[in-house]
């Protein structure tokens, strides 16, 4: 057995579900409200977490490096420093004597240019 309803039935259960169909439009409505006010606050506070895990990664990196770089420039300085005292080829003058002996060789060489008089 069917049963028929009446048009004023439909109409009646067409409303029903019209009135479900704008409250539950309406609970949306809210919830994608609600979602855009939190949504910012939630994007910025991931990208400031990322932001500040880079930086610190960033800064580890940096020291590394930065102490690397340090150590290198010691190294050279200490090489520059061998060569100037005379110690990195035994026997061979350092640069400080090489002067002193330039020094030595320019007041001989005036000496000589001048005759032999005393300067």
Not at 18 to 40: F, H, S
Not at 61 to 80: G, L, P, T, W, Y
């Amino acid at each position: 057995m069917s049963k028929s309803l009446e048009p004023e039935q439909l109409l009646a259960a067409l409303d029903e579900r019209m009135r479900e169909a704008r409250g539950l439009l309406g609970d949306l409505q809210r919830a994608v409200k609600q979602v855009r006010a939190v949504a910012p606050q939630l994007v910025e506070s991931s990208i400031n977490e990322a932001v500040a895990q880079g930086l610190e990664e960033l800064g580890v990196v940096m020291k590394a490096q930065m102490e690397k770089c340090v150590n290198h420039v010691s190294r050279e300085f200490d090489k520059i420093e061998q060569v100037f005292l005379g110690t990195v080829k035994p026997g061979k003058p350092s640069i400080r004597e090489l002067a002193a002996m330039n020094e030595t060789y320019e007041r001989l060489k005036a000496w000589v240019e001048s005759g032999g008089e005393n300067t």
